[in-house]
């Protein structure tokens, strides 16, 4: 009987000492968010839970089933605003998460797409699966689709200038360059965009144009379709919206056809690039999804 205990006590310790690990792994995907778009740092790998695939409303993603089950929640990923919970059943369910942090720090608030300042990005990611599941702490059917629009407080965005506008491409693909040199200075890039860094790094006419490539790459990730949906926009337009107003209209403009996604060539002529030397050069995502798990 005291062997049982104490065999008990170490798996509780081994499984509190397990999720910990896994917090800290988590914790350290977000993202730093950037001081302005000279400066801006965007980690290739690392995504905003809004960026990573949302699991279906009302069911867990069952990631490994050879796993040997101690806890069915340990194999689930839930989408943003969402925790696992194991049901009556013993199965795993994705419920809406029942209490989000007490967020005191301003800088924690984010602006919705309704123009309205939220606590956290927990807070609104609550509310949105609150609303998908029908539940009466739901605000309203107009927050189903809630999403965030910029970090930190709803303000008056100052008018983009037709000067500020002219001169935007340009501003945005030394910010291109700079971050794929970043991340190649931190060894963050894979081989392949590694090769895709040195030849910009000795080729000047290669040099805007492999950094808008590999950005064009690293966004078109759910899924992988060669166009960039304004889902995939996010990681690009949320953390710069609230330091460089004129994003959100260049990033309108990148969609020449108005079909709400952005295509290479679409990408290239709006980064005022040559759309001949634009050709796809995405790694193949079986390998993008191994940098990213
Ligand atoms: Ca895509
Ligand atoms: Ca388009």
Not at 33 to 44: G, W, Y
Request: charged share 30%; net charge negative; glycine share 4%.
């Amino acid at each position: 009987m005291k062997l049982l205990h104490i065999s008990l006590v170490f798996l509780v310790v081994f499984l509190l000492a397990e999720s910990s690990s896994e917090k800290v792994t988590k914790r350290k995907k977000y993202r730093r968010r950037p001081a302005s778009i000279e400066a801006a740092e965007i980690k290739n790998e690392e995504k905003s839970e809004e960026d990573m695939p949302v699991a279906p409303p009302s069911d867990g993603e069952v990631i490994d089933n050879r796993v040997p089950l101690v806890d069915p929640c340990m194999q689930v990923r839930c989408g943003a605003g969402r925790v696992c919970q194991v049901d009556d059943s013993g199965e795993p369910q994705c419920i809406c998460i029942p209490k989000c942090p007490v967020e005191t720090e301003s800088r924690r608030k984010v602006c919705s797409n309704h123009n309205e300042t939220w606590s956290s990005d927990c807070a609104i990611y609550q509310q949105r699966c609150l609303c998908d599941k029908g539940d009466g702490e739901c605000k309203g059917p107009q927050y189903k689709h809630v999403h965030i629009e910029y970090y930190g407080q709803c303000r008056e965005m100052p008018h983009c200038s037709q000067e500020e506008m002219a001169d935007f491409p340009r501003r945005m693909r030394d910010w291109l360059f700079n971050i794929m040199r970043d991340l190649a200075d931190r060894q963050e890039l894979t081989p392949h965009y590694l090769n895709m860094e040195r030849e910009a790094e000795s080729n000047m006419t290669r040099r805007w144009t492999n950094a808008a490539i590999w950005k064009f790459c690293d966004l078109d990730g759910h899924p992988p379709d060669r166009s960039v949906s304004r889902h995939e926009l996010f990681p690009i337009r949320a953390p710069l919206m609230a330091l460089e107003h004129c994003i959100g209209p260049f990033l309108n403009t990148c969609d020449s056809d108005n079909n709400h996604r952005i295509t290479l060539s679409e990408w290239a002529k709006c980064l005022q690039l040559e759309e001949e030397e634009i050709e796809h050069q995405c790694e193949e995502i079986a390998d993008a999804e191994v940098e990213i798990e």
